[in-house]
């Protein structure tokens, strides 16, 4: 009898909580891989017994119901009609499953995506930037005037000068857009065109933007028309006799263009270090480009849609993106300005310093240190700054001698090694903010050593330079390596307590018999990933499981085992995906996107766990060899079923070629 096509989907919605609870909906070959808002109105034993409902399994976020090839198609087109849903492809599904995670993931998670691509870049320049102030700072040495030094200092400052360039190619690829557009953006934050963020007011910006010609130029004005010079133009030789005093103020202004008349002008100032304001225009670029491509004729597309593309953003990113960035950097410079007045307000800078970081901002306290140099003598700032910064390193380097990931390993160490000598970027996106707990330690760790650092009156004889290499500019070093013991120690200390990775694998019972992995047969191949057999036995073919469903393939390419040990163990590395709640099946996903699943024997559904003795639970990351779950081979057998264990690989159809050994 032919399936009723209408009938199963519309009980599939039934016992899934209707349309209104399905955040995505797309599927496969075999597969109707659905997205659930709510898991908790889903009725999973009801669903198993939907008449074209052949499986069903949880994996990566995803409840995927088997209905096999030729029909799913037609059962997801009742399902979309029935719900109202919208159709989406498997990778808008898994992006759907993805968005279900808590809402600070979700935010941090693009920061993270951006910038883990770029830390090579970084931690290279970091490290390289920290040593070179480091040795110029010598005294005797001599290594600041030679051409060593000039040639190692770009070197080290390229990917900090251009880091918008770098950070909008990273963004274009996170957020969908073309990174040659996105580099045209980059590129565009900080134009010739523009005065260099970093240095507004420098002598080179005024006679650059405001037409002034040489100082030697002026000098001979002033020389052959004296005091009438000087009332004819007062500016002019105001910057001849002194030209320290002339300010982009003095001289009217940072320079505009007024492209809208007087109701809208656009600073020509550049965006040197910033990285949010960067994102945000990549963000919107990247929106913008998708939305011309689906609406733009094909024949005029290819220029249309880029023209248009970086037009629109460099208006919307200087016009609306950049002055409101620009107004918030204000605000907090400004309100650092009062804090740091007293201990407990650089306290608070000590603890919201790197949040500055994040935004881009902290490259504007060169302000606040010069402006303490040129009052005082004394660059009060500067400890509070390396207070943040070597706590910074403190958390990082606790992750990286914690974690037991390689990966983690090898960015968190050479990233605190760079937080050490004082650069924070990589050490705070690469991964204190990625796990967020060593990023919130650091706040404190800093905080600490800010407060310290405020009561002892410490203070620097330049800026620029902080965690280890202020050693060479700071007025007391004692003091100052207290300052940093605390903040790193404390630091890494409080990361210690509360940095956890993903929950490890549970341990196999001590009674568990031992598998020789060794010796353990290759069943599965798919491409370079070599999957062993997960259980002790004899290997029978597909064909020959004494079940019709697992026999025919429709839950994907695999075999069976007949066991002659009541075992079950990883046969590769990877995440558990699903532990049925009768106990007997286990759902494994892999990194390289394999879906697996090890069934213990035939309708042992209906044992309801009896006999069976799962070793892990869903979310645990395993080892191959771990130790999954102990069944008992005679309590199935005397049930009356089957113990052949099948084992498949129930995304075959999303592989172009795989092979079973058995």
């Not at 290997?539 to 469903?549: E, F, G, N, S």
Request: aromatic share 8%.
């Amino acid at each position: 009898m032919a399936l009723d096509y209408r009938k199963c989907a519309q009980e599939i919605a039934d016992n899934i909580g209707g349309g209104s609870n399905v955040a995505s909906a797309a599927h496969c070959a075999t597969r109707l891989r659905l997205v659930i808002s709510d898991n908790s109105k889903v009725n999973k034993e009801a669903l198993e017994n939907v008449d074209g409902v052949k499986g069903m399994f949880e994996s990566n976020g995803q409840l995927q119901l088997i209905i096999g090839t030729g029909t799913v198609n037609k059962v997801y087109d009742e399902f979309l009609d029935i719900t109202g849903v919208s159709a989406a492809s498997k990778e808008e599904a898994k992006a759907a499953a993805a968005a279900k995670q808590p809402w600070y993931i979700r935010l941090l998670k693009p920061i993270g995506d951006v910038f883990v691509p770029i830390l090579p870049a970084i931690v290279a320049s970091g490290l390289m930037m920290g040593l070179v102030e480091a040795l110029a700072k010598i005294p005797g040495l001599g290594f600041g005037g030679t051409d060593w030094f000039s040639f190692l200092d770009t070197v080290a400052n390229t990917a900090f000068a251009f880091l918008p360039v770098i950070v909008a190619i990273s963004a274009a690829r996170v957020f969908g857009g073309n990174i040659f557009l996105g580099a045209v953006i980059g590129l565009l934050m900080i134009h010739g065109a523009f005065l260099n963020g970093w240095n507004v007011g420098s002598a080179e910006n005024v006679s650059k933007f405001f037409g002034l010609t040489s100082p030697e130029m002026v000098s001979w004005v002033v020389k052959e028309f004296g005091e009438k010079a000087a009332a004819a133009a007062p500016q002019l030789y105001d910057w001849a006799t002194n030209p320290a005093n002339v300010t982009i103020a003095s001289l009217g202004g940072i320079p505009k263009w007024h492209l809208f008349g007087p109701i809208l002008a656009i600073n020509r100032v550049g965006y040197q270090g910033h990285v949010i304001p960067v994102m945000l225009a990549v963000l919107f670029m990247s929106k913008l480009e998708s939305w011309l491509h689906k609406h733009v004729p094909e024949m005029i597309d290819l220029f249309v849609t880029p023209l248009t593309t970086v037009l629109v953003t460099a208006l919307v990113t200087l016009t609306i993106i950049g002055p409101i960035f620009s107004t918030l950097e204000t605000l907090v410079l400004n309100g650092a300005e009062k804090l740091v007045a007293n201990p407990f307000g650089s306290m608070i800078m000590g603890a919201l310093y790197p949040c500055t970081v994040v935004m881009g901002l902290h490259h504007m306290y060169n302000v606040i240190e010069a402006g303490m140099l040129a009052s005082k003598g004394l660059n009060t700032w500067m400890p509070i700054a390396s207070a943040a910064n070597f706590a910074q390193f403190g958390a990082c380097l606790a992750v990286g001698l914690r974690s037991k990931n390689n990966k983690t390993k090898a960015v968190a160490i050479p990233s605190s090694m760079s937080a050490a000598l004082g650069i924070t970027e990589p050490a705070i996106f690469g991964v204190n903010m990625r796990f967020f707990k060593p990023f919130v330690a650091g706040m404190i760790g800093g905080a600490a050593g800010a407060l310290v650092a405020a009561f002892m009156g410490i203070g620097a004889s330049a800026y620029g330079v902080t965690g280890i290499p202020g050693y060479l500019t700071i007025n007391n070093a004692l003091l100052y390596t207290i300052v940093l013991a605390i903040s790193g120690g404390l630091a890494f200390i409080i990361t210690n307590v509360i940095f956890k990775e993903e929950e490890p694998k549970k341990k196999a019972a001590p009674a568990a018999p031992a598998v020789d992995m060794a010796s353990q047969p290759v069943v599965i191949e798919v491409g370079a990933d070599k999957i062993v057999s997960p259980a002790v036995g004899t290997l029978v073919k597909q064909d020959d499981i004494p079940d019709a469903t697992f026999a025919s393939g429709v839950l994907g390419a695999g075999l069976g085992i007949a066991p002659t040990k009541g075992i079950v163990v990883a046969p590769c590395d990877g995440t558990i995906s699903t532990v049925a709640e009768s106990k007997h099946a286990i759902g494994i996903s892999t990194d390289t996107g394999l879906e697996l699943l090890i069934h213990v024997g035939v309708d042992t559904v209906k044992m309801n766990g009896d006999g069976f003795s799962p070793a892990v639970a869903e979310g645990d990351t395993v080892k191959k060899g771990d130790l999954l779950l102990n069944f008992d081979i005679d309590k199935i057998k005397k049930a009356g079923y089957s113990d052949t264990v099948v084992f498949l690989l129930t995304n075959s159809d999303d592989f172009n070629e795989v092979k079973v050994n058995a």
